[in-house]
C-alpha cells in the first residue's frame, strides 16, 4: 500500500487486503462546545493483532481521535458529529467507557493519571472493576501484569504518587491490562520520560502485542520510536489524516523523515542548520 490516500480506506481492504479490522473508525468529525470543529472526517483501521501509530505534531487531532473511540469526549464537551466507530463490526461510538471496558477496548490517558492515594498494586486492582473475578483470579490477573512488569511487584506497596514518571506510565498500562482488553488506545506513552524507559516502554508494549495478541492505536508524537514498534502508521495534521501506510515506508519517506523525523536528504542536521519548511509539505499543496 502506498503512503497516499486511496479508496482502500472506504472499501475496507487496506492494510495488506484485511476484510475486518478490529477496530474502525469512519469519517468522524468531533465538535468541541457545539462550535470548534477538531476533527474533520478522521478514517483509520486497527487491525486484529496489530500496531497502528497515529502521528502527528501537538494539537493535531491524536488525543481527541482517541477520546473520540473511547466516548470520553462527552466529559470534556465534545462529541462525535458526524461518521461511526465499530469494535469487530458492532458499532460502539454511542456506548458509554464502562460498556466499551466491557468489550475489550481500554484507554491509556495521557499523563498517566494514576491515582496518587493508592499503591500501586490498589491501582492495578481498580482496573478489574469491570470483571467477576475471585480472589485466587484476582491474584493471576496481578502475576501476568507483575510478569510484564517486574518493576511494579518490587513498588507495589509504593503510593502511586511517589512512583517516577516511567512507573507511573507502567502501572497505567498494567491496570488497562487487568480489564483484560483486546484493543488497547496508548496516549502518548513516552511524555516526560527518559530514553532509556521509553524504550522500556514500548518494548512491553511489543511483548502484549507479541503474546497476548493485543491491538495498539498509539498516539506519539515521537514518531522514531513509534515507527520502528508499529506495523502501520496515520499521520494527523489539523485535523485531517493526510498520510498513511506502513510503518516502514513512512520511515523511509522523504517528507516524513523531513517533518518528522528532523532528517533531510542530506542527512540529520543540527538546529542551527535545520532550514524549517524548506520543502513544502505536498499533502498539503
Not at 154 to 163: I, K, N, P, S, V
Amino acid at each position: 500500500m502506498t503512503t497516499e490516500r486511496t479508496t482502500e480506506r472506504t472499501t475496507g481492504r487496506g492494510m495488506g487486503g484485511i476484510e475486518a479490522p478490529c477496530l474502525s473508525v469512519r469519517n468522524i468529525e468531533v465538535i468541541y462546545e457545539h462550535v470548534i470543529l477538531v476533527l474533520k472526517g478522521v478514517s483509520l483501521q486497527v487491525p486484529e493483532g496489530k500496531i497502528v501509530a497515529l502521528l502527528g505534531a501537538n494539537g493535531a487531532g491524536k488525543s481527541t481521535t482517541l477520546k473520540a473511540i473511547s466516548t470520553l469526549l462527552r466529559a470534556e464537551r465534545g462529541e462525535v458529529s458526524k461518521g461511526e466507530v465499530r469494535l469487530r463490526g458492532e458499532r460502539v461510538d454511542q456506548l458509554t467507557p464502562n460498556e466499551l471496558v466491557k468489550r475489550g477496548l481500554s484507554q491509556v490517558m495521557e499523563g498517566r493519571h494514576c491515582f496518587a492515594h493508592l499503591s500501586i498494586e490498589d491501582n492495578l486492582l481498580t482496573g478489574a472493576y469491570t470483571r467477576t473475578l475471585s480472589r485466587a483470579g484476582l491474584r493471576l490477573e496481578l502475576e501476568r501484569v507483575y510478569h510484564y512488569f517486574p518493576r511494579l511487584r518490587e513498588r507495589r506497596a509504593t503510593l502511586a504518587g511517589y512512583a517516577s514518571g516511567g512507573e507511573q506510565q507502567m502501572c497505567a498500562l498494567g491496570r488497562a491490562l487487568m480489564a483484560k482488553p483486546s484493543v488497547i488506545l496508548l496516549d502518548e506513552p513516552s511524555m516526560g520520560l527518559a530514553p532509556q524507559i521509553v524504550a522500556e516502554i514500548f518494548g512491553i508494549v511489543a511483548d502484549l502485542n507479541r503474546e497476548e495478541k493485543v491491538s495498539f492505536l498509539l498516539a506519539e508524537q515521537n514518531a522514531s520510536v513509534a515507527l520502528r514498534h508499529a506495523d502501520f502508521a496515520y499521520i494527523l495534521e489539523n485535523g485531517r489524516v493526510v498520510m498513511e501506510g506502513a510503518a516502514a515506508e513512512l520511515a523511509d519517506n522523504a517528507d516524513v523523515r523531513e517533518f518528522y523525523l528532523g532528517v533531510s536528504s542530506a542527512g540529520r542536521g543540527g538546529f542551527r542548520d535545520m532550514k524549517f519548511y524548506r520543502r513544502r509539505k505536498r499533502w498539503l499543496a
